[in-house]
């Protein structure tokens, strides 16, 4: 098999063949198969075989995409070279890590590192049409999403700061902790401006209650902006992905 048919069977999926079908098949199996032992607390010895197995997919299916990404980046010889710092490789990579605990007794610093195992959730991104073309929609909108999230970030500070500063750190009514430290009302400030407010720490001043009415109001508005964006951006990138199926099946015909 040609370095340019592996290609196509690893990157492009339905497009690849029946194999490339086949791949992104086993591929999707071994990243949920990876992430059950995560769900559990005790170490079955089955979980042990499931690592093993999923993480010798991981590293083949690692060392393919680095001998087809001069296909893929059009960059020749050199891209043999950035590939490893490239933002998949680097999440593939992650996903791998854990398992040296459990190949070499020597890597016992990768054992506190079971978190990292999360990140092949992300491998989920390359193997799934829906979710690309949501990260399209989201790259091509990612001014405005920053924007949003700029202004969401700044007001966090703002209505925290006041917060901190308007309240009492102490409850004079149950004398129970409140707005103890400056962490406090950040988090109180985020759980407001999501419009979630946990009920945990609320103000008791007027002051206060004023801010969070403003901040839940604020954030309905927050959060009403990047959704009617993405969800804008996505039907236009359906539309297109249907206007592309449609010529491509009228020149088969």
């Excluded at 992650?94 to 605990?101: C, F, G, R, T, V």
């Excluded at 009415?213 to 954030?219: A, N």
Aim: net charge positive; glycine share 6%.
């Amino acid at each position: 098999m040609t370095r340019a048919k592996l290609y196509y069977i690893i990157e492009h999926g339905e497009e690849g063949g029946p194999w490339g079908i086949v791949y992104d098949t086993i591929m999707l199996l071994a990243i949920t198969a990876s992430i059950i032992p995560l769900m559990f607390v005790e170490n079955h010895p089955a979980f042990h075989i499931i690592e093993l197995v999923t993480v010798t997919l991981f590293i083949i299916d690692y060392i393919l995409r680095w001998m087809t990404e001069d296909y893929r980046s059009g960059k020749g010889k050199k891209a043999f070279a950035t590939y490893p710092i490239t933002f998949w490789a680097i999440i593939d990579l992650l996903s791998i890590l854990p398992a040296l605990s459990i190949l070499s007794k020597g890597f016992k610093i990768f054992r506190v590192t079971r978190l990292l195992k999360v990140l092949r959730l992300f491998k989920f991104f390359r193997y799934t049409d829906q979710v690309q073309m949501l990260w399209n929609v989201i790259k091509k909108e990612r001014r405005v999403l920053m924007s949003v999230l700029c202004i969401a970030i700044f007001y966090v500070f703002l209505t925290a700061l006041i917060m901190f500063n308007a309240e009492p750190h102490v409850n004079p009514v149950t004398g129970a902790t409140t707005f103890g430290d400056f962490f406090d009302a950040l988090y109180w400030s985020t759980v407001t401006l999501t419009t979630v407010g946990y009920g945990d720490l609320t103000p008791v001043t007027d002051i206060g209650r004023v801010v969070s009415m403003l901040s839940s109001l604020f954030g309905v508005a927050v959060i009403a902006l990047p959704s009617g964006v993405i969800t804008a951006s996505y039907l236009e990138e359906l539309r297109k992905r249907k206007n592309k199926n449609n010529h491509e099946e009228g020149e088969h015909v």
